[in-house]
């Protein structure tokens, strides 16, 4: 069993930064793909940014690239996503998840994630 918990959300201004971190539990963290997701009131869940296990690849949702970094810290079982230049658009629920199931490869697919953190709230205002 994977166990979540997400930090760093908060309430920011428009051109500003925050960096959310997801602490995971287990020694097998490395072997995990891990994503970010969010979800904003009335909008569909989204992927905004995932990565390997060892933290060689990553992707990034086109309304994000440029903006948002994906890291993690094995050594920490940490994933960390750094939000700059931050837009109103991006107030959401930000939601870490982990895929056991692979270590490479990155899906987009929600359901493939095995464990969800409870979410941490991000708003940005104008």
């Known amino acids: ?3 979540l918990v997400e930090s760093g959300g908060g309430l920011v201004q428009a051109g ?3 960096r959310l971190s997801c602490a995971a539990s287990g020694r097998t963290f490395s ?3 891990m994503g ?3 979800q904003a009131p009335g909008k569909e869940r989204e992927l905004v940014a995932a990565i390997s296990g060892s933290g060689g690849s990553t ?5 994000v690239k ?6 993690r810290d094995n050594a920490k079982s940490t ?3 750094q939000m700059n230049s931050l837009k109103p658009e991006d107030t ?3 939601y870490c998840a982990v895929d056991v199931n692979n270590s490479y490869y990155l899906t987009k697919y929600a359901p493939a994630y095995d464990y969800w953190g409870q979410g941490t709230q991000v708003t940005v205002s104008s």
Request: no cysteine.
């Open 92 to 94: 959401a629920v930000y």
């Open 16 to 18: 500003g930064s925050l």
């Open 31 to 33: 072997r995990y793909a």
């Open 79 to 81: 994933v960390y996503l």
């Open 1 to 3: 069993q994977v166990q």
């Open 66 to 71: 440029g903006r948002f970094t994906i890291s």
């Open 36 to 38: 970010w997701f969010r």
């Open 59 to 63: 992707y990034y949702a086109d309304s």
